[in-house]
């Protein structure tokens, strides 16, 4: 999260030099010196020359501390002065130390507007003061932590905000509440798939494959004609049944029924599903060395190998068309 595009700051900056030319009638000097100064930062802004434009944001600061909107592109023009690679050094440090207190006080700014422009970049102030707490940056989750739950309060259907909370919590090794977050995102928009494919990566990284394909089954239940949906299941169910050499052959056969519905499902709702096609193939050569009857096994492979010359077939048939 670095700076926004020219489109954004040119809409954002329109708003505040709108509400400042509301007030103008005042004619008070600070506001009129700030309204120029906000300009000739956005322009140095979107020419990338954030040295330049942090200066000029402060200046527009120093004149209208009212001028919310500034602090944030104050905070990021700093933020995009921050490297990384020079991570230690203090005149590099205290760059993002910067940027952090300007994204703090652009948030408690512009969140409690009642302009839904401002509340706007007072949430991207809060994504991006998150972001400074990153491990590439500040490495600091302790400080992370209270930032999203104020997220979380000011967006409750949001499900990304509990996300990122899960994330912090996860990597942290709190993985109950790592859970619980998760379960509080399906829970807050129950009709959003995310939310399911959110669930089924983190069961899936903790070793529990049955949360893992509930979620996903629960996910496809949300999409029935997204042929995706139904493939990732069908993947899951392979990958497991292929790599999981604790599991009795019932288990392993049972495995790779299941992924056979899935990918019928998803071939059934798109037949050209390259990848469907592909992972079909895959799960008969697992049935194929499952099953006891050699001519049976034979007719698996054959069965196969058809699909994967269909499969091959429908790239040569993309490359061509697309002419890639």
Known sequence: MRSLSGASLAFVATLALGSLASTAGCTKVGELTAMKSFKAANQQYQ????????????????????????????????DNQYKPSKKGEPDNDKLLETAVSNYQTAAEKLSASADPADKKLGKLSLEYLVASYGTDKLNDPAKAEPVVQKMIQLEPGEPSNYFALAKIYEDAGAYDAAEN??????????????????????????????????????????????????YTIATYYWDEAYRDFKLKEAEKKDFVNKGMEAVDRALQIKADYIEALVYKGLLLRLQANLEKDHDKAMALVKQAEQLSDQANQLRKAKTASTGN
């Open 47 to 78: 020419a990338q020359d954030y040295k330049k434009a942090a200066a000029l944001y402060e200046e527009a600061v120093a004149a209208n501390p009212n001028l919310a909107q500034a602090y944030f592109f104050l905070g990021n023009s700093y």
């Open 181 to 230: 977050m998760l379960v509080n995102a399906k829970q807050a928009k129950p009709s959003d798939p995310t939310v399911y494919m959110q669930l089924a990566g983190y069961y899936n990284r903790q070793g529990h494959f049955d949360k893992t394909m509930e979620a996903l089954t629960e996910r496809a239940a949300k999409e029935p004609n997204n042929p995706e949906a139904f």
